[in-house]
C-alpha cells in the first residue's frame, strides 16, 4: 500500500456522513441565509475518512478531509496501490459559505508536487477566475456555490452552520466543464438538498440528507 507524504498530521478520525443520493425533484429555498458562522463550530485539527462510491459500491475511492484552520480544508484524495494522489487545498469564505481560493495539486512519489490549477472568488463577487482562463470572470448564477469535483467538502463542513438543519435549503453547482467548449468552468445549476431521516452510523447520531436537481442533471 502507498503511504503519501501530506502536510496535514492525519491526527484523529470523526463520525460525520452526508448520504448523496439521487432522488426525485425537491425544490428548497434557502441560499446563503440558511447558515450562520460559528467560528467555535470549525473542528480544526480533525479529519473526516470517506469513502466515495457510485450507490452500488462500484468507483470507490478513499478521501481524507482535513480542517487544518478556522478557514483552511486539505482534501487528499486516493487509493490502495495508486501512484498519483491528488491533494485540494481550499480557503473557505464564511460570509458566502463558499470556497474564496482552491489549489488542486497532484502528489507523485519522490517528485516535487505540482500545481494543476488554482481558482479564486473575484473580488466583486460576481464569480470566479481559473488559472486557466486568468481573463475571464466566470458567473456565480447564487451563492453558496460547491463543487463535486471537491468532493462537496466545502459542503460538508458548511452542514455544522446551518440555522434549521433539518429544513431544506439550495446550493449551486459549480465544476470544471469536461468538453472541447466554452467556458472551462462553469456554474451547473441549483442543487437541492433534503433531510430525510436521523440513523446510526459507527455508533454516531446522524442525519442523512437526499441531494437532487439540474446542478446534478435530476
Same mark, same amino acid.
Given at each position: 500500500m502507498t503511504t503519501w507524504k501530506w502536510s496535514a498530521v492525519l491526527r484523529t478520525a470523526a463520525?460525520?456522513?452526508?448520504?448523496?443520493?439521487?432522488?426525485?425533484?425537491?425544490?428548497?429555498?434557502?441560499?446563503?441565509?440558511?447558515?450562520?458562522?460559528?467560528?467555535?463550530?470549525?473542528?480544526?485539527?480533525?479529519?473526516?475518512?470517506?469513502?466515495?462510491?457510485?450507490?452500488d459500491g462500484s468507483n470507490a475511492g478513499r478521501i481524507s +478531509?482535513? @480542517?487544518?484552520? #478556522? !478557514?483552511?480544508?486539505?482534501?487528499?484524495?486516493?487509493?490502495?496501490?495508486?501512484?498519483v494522489a491528488t491533494l485540494v487545498v481550499a480557503t473557505m469564505d464564511w460570509d458566502r459559505f463558499s470556497v474564496r481560493r482552491l489549489e488542486s495539486w497532484v502528489l507523485v512519489r519522490g517528485v516535487a508536487p505540482a500545481l494543476r490549477a488554482a481558482l479564486e472568488t473575484d473580488s466583486s463577487g460576481a464569480g470566479v477566475r481559473v488559472s486557466f482562463a486568468p481573463d475571464s470572470?466566470?458567473?456565480i448564477r447564487g451563492w453558496p456555490w460547491h463543487s463535486y469535483?471537491?468532493?462537496?467538502?466545502? +459542503?460538508? @463542513?458548511?452542514? #455544522? !452552520?446551518?440555522?434549521?438543519p433539518e429544513a431544506p435549503f439550495t446550493f449551486q453547482r459549480a465544476d470544471i466543464v469536461y468538453a472541447?467548449?466554452?467556458?472551462?468552468?462553469?456554474?451547473?445549476?441549483?442543487?437541492?438538498?433534503?433531510f430525510v431521516r436521523r440513523e446510526q452510523r459507527s455508533g454516531l447520531d446522524v442525519r442523512v440528507?437526499?441531494?437532487?436537481?439540474?446542478?446534478?442533471?435530476?
Open positions: 463520525g460525520f456522513v452526508s448520504l448523496l443520493q439521487l432522488a426525485a425533484p425537491s425544490r428548497a429555498a434557502g441560499q446563503v441565509a440558511a447558515f450562520r458562522h460559528d467560528p467555535a463550530r470549525v473542528p480544526v485539527g480533525r479529519v473526516y475518512e470517506y469513502i466515495k462510491s457510485n450507490r +478531509l482535513y @480542517v487544518a484552520g #478556522a !478557514d483552511r480544508l486539505e482534501s487528499l484524495k486516493w487509493g490502495p496501490g495508486d501512484t470572470l466566470l458567473p469535483d471537491f468532493d462537496f467538502a466545502s +459542503l460538508n @463542513v458548511s452542514f #455544522a !452552520d446551518l440555522v434549521q472541447e467548449s466554452w467556458p472551462p468552468f462553469a456554474d451547473m445549476g441549483p442543487v437541492n438538498v433534503r440528507y437526499e441531494l437532487d436537481g439540474p446542478g446534478l442533471q435530476d
